[in-house]
């Protein structure tokens, strides 16, 4: 019984010694982890940023724009009547002019056509005399004079259509330009809607372009532009804005077109690669800072400026963002140190180190 008592007083005592040891290390991993964490906050007191001094400057609002020539006028010439081709009269490559006759489609049918629409209209004719000869006379009813007279009327819009039949078997180019494409041969049959000739005048081209918010209200309708083409690196064309849009698109810039008058040669063409060249002189200073300065986006109009190793939050009135520096309005002075990188660990009020 002795020996029994003498066992579970052994068991209990090295159970309260285990027990200790176990809460000594505890408190020992405690105490060092506690000092890691003091020495980690005494090392992580300070956030560290890049800072850039506010300053004035004039914003390089002069701008290239790129896009592709477009002629001033382009045009599907298509066939008005069904027939037969039998002359072709302007090739690829050929200069015509408006009303010129370009190919004339088969006009036999569309002759005698014509010649009984006036043969018609000639019998109304001599028919409607006889009837107001006879009319005079109480020969005829005034029933059957307006009947003669509808005849004339008649006969007569008929006579005008088959003119017009005819005329439309010559086939006449709407616009001045050379022949860019000829869809048809002597011998082809068509019909209304069938595309015969393509036809773009390049007297004069279009260059469209974009500009974002920043230039467009330093454009008007009517400014000259100097345009460059990259195959004439050496030479410089004259062109003048003749249409800016009221609205952004999608990328938020505005659509502008440049007419440019081609040279004697005409050697600008439809499709090339064409550069726009903006000036905008006589800009004053204003003040600038980067655009990464901002909290966020430039639409948060919150800053940080360095003041004696504590970040300041401050709230600024932005005006253009020209390409990586926004115009400020309101809100900084020159001289003051804005930060333009590590705002993410910041508060207003939090001890800073500046990087060089």
Sequence with gaps: MKKKIVRIIVTIVVIVVSVGAIARVLSNNKKRSEEKTQIVAQTNATV???????SRAIPDLDVIANGNFAPAQELSLAAEKSGRVVQVLADEGSYVRKGQTVATIRVDQLSVDLNNAEANYQTALSDLQRYENAFKTGGVTQQQLDQARLNVANAKAKLEQSRINLGDASI??????????????????????????????????????TVNEAQVPYLSIGKQVQVKASVFPDKTFSGR???????????????????????AANQLKAGMYGTAIFDFPDQSAVIMIPRTAFVGSVNSKQVFVADNGIARLKTV????????????????????????????????GSKISILQ
């Design 48 to 54: 560290s940023v890049r800072i850039d001094t506010v």
């Design 172 to 209: 006449r180019a709407t616009i001045n330009g050379i022949v860019n494409k000829r869809h048809i041969e002597p011998g082809s049959v068509v019909s209304p809607g069938t595309k015969l000739f393509d036809i773009v005048n390049v007297s004069t081209l279009k260059l469209h372009v």
């Design 241 to 263: 804005i003749n249409f800016i849009a009221p609205k952004a698109d999608e990328a938020l810039n505005f659509p502008v077109e440049i007419t440019i008058t081609n040279n």
């Design 317 to 348: 009135t932005p005006g253009r963002v020209v390409g990586d520096q926004v115009e400020i309005l309101g809100g900084l002075t020159e001289g003051t140190l804005v930060i333009t990188s590590g705002q993410i660990n910041l508060v207003d």
